[in-house]
């Protein structure tokens, strides 16, 4: 990454309950030093060394400066895809729980249990906005895909989230599952790069579609 600072600032408190543990918000254009981090310090947990790998690094912070700083079109970070900034940011969360968790079949587990939460609020997006499921729809779609008997009040949160948010489970679900498998098909295609050399090419394509997004990476990795 080029030189670069960032500040934090709390969320005001009448925005805690509704707010979301923290986000990376805001930056100029022309230089490296505006990017800022709110916390809500009622969120804070102990997942949240992993909210930071998505948030900061080497999340939207990461993603954003290293685009800004090899991109010569500034539309492509101007107006860049929400599925591609979510996507990498909610991939690389998943990457970094081998920093926080040791035991190797614990990390596995959990990043299975947080992958399937981003796809279902996914699936719950296209249900609910496209498809018009009421909340007994989803709650039954729930209850039969994890074999278990769910009530409303259970699905209610995600629910309430994606009928106030249309669209805002699938630019996580959809994104990470397009950056994922983007990264997997190249991975297989080039065993011997490094994961460094993976992310690189990755970061380096820049803010286009999937399908260009590869055909540049194996472009840079052969």
Same mark, same amino acid.
């Given at each position: 990454?080029?030189?670069?600072?960032?500040?934090?600032?709390?969320?005001? %408190?009448?925005?805690?309950?509704?707010?979301?543990?923290?986000?990376?918000?805001?930056?100029?254009?022309?230089?490296?030093?505006?990017?800022?981090?709110?916390?809500?310090?009622?969120?804070?947990?102990?997942?949240?060394g992993v909210t #930071?790998?998505? %948030?900061?690094?080497?999340?939207?912070m990461f993603q954003?400066?290293?685009?800004?700083?090899?991109? %010569?079109?500034?539309?492509? $970070?101007? /107006?860049?895809?929400?599925?591609?900034?979510?996507?990498?940011?909610? $991939?690389?969360?998943? $990457? #970094?729980?081998?920093?926080? +968790?040791?035991?190797?079949?614990?990390?596995?587990?959990?990043?299975? =249990?947080?992958?399937?939460?981003?796809?279902?609020?996914?699936?719950?997006?296209?249900?609910?906005?496209?498809?018009?499921?009421?909340?007994?729809d989803c709650t039954?779609?729930?209850?039969?895909?994890?074999?278990?008997?769910?009530?409303?009040?259970?699905?209610?949160?995600?629910?309430?989230? +994606?009928?106030?948010?249309?669209?805002?489970?699938?630019?996580?679900?959809?994104?990470?599952?397009?950056?994922?498998?983007?990264?997997?098909? +190249?991975?297989?295609?080039?065993? =011997?790069?490094?994961?460094?050399?993976?992310?690189? /090419?990755?970061?380096?394509?820049?803010?286009?579609?999937?399908?260009?997004? %590869?055909?540049?990476?194996?472009?840079?990795?052969?």
């Amino acid at each position: 990454l080029p030189e670069h600072s960032y500040f934090t600032m709390d969320v005001p %408190e009448s925005m805690e309950e509704n707010f979301s543990p923290a986000a990376y918000l805001g930056y100029h254009l022309d230089n490296f030093d505006s990017n800022m981090i709110i916390t809500n310090q009622a969120n804070v947990d102990s997942d949240f060394g992993v909210t #930071c790998a998505h %948030e900061g690094y080497p999340g939207h912070m990461f993603q954003s400066v290293y685009t800004r700083s090899v991109c %010569e079109h500034p539309y492509l $970070y101007i /107006a860049d895809s929400v599925g591609y900034v979510e996507g990498w940011a909610t $991939y690389v969360e998943n $990457y #970094c729980f081998k920093y926080f +968790v040791t035991n190797e079949t614990a990390m596995v587990l959990l990043q299975a =249990d947080n992958e399937l939460n981003v796809l279902l609020f996914a699936r719950l997006d296209i249900g609910i906005n496209w498809e018009g499921w009421s909340l007994s729809d989803c709650t039954t779609y729930l209850s039969d895909l994890l074999g278990q008997s769910l009530n409303d009040s259970a699905v209610e949160h995600m629910y309430n989230i +994606v009928t106030n948010q249309p669209g805002y489970g699938v630019k996580y679900g959809i994104g990470f599952l397009n950056t994922g498998l983007t990264i997997q098909s +190249v991975r297989e295609q080039f065993p =011997d790069a490094t994961d460094e050399e993976i992310f690189t /090419a990755y970061l380096n394509a820049l803010p286009l579609t999937f399908e260009m997004i %590869e055909e540049r990476m194996v472009t840079a990795l052969s």
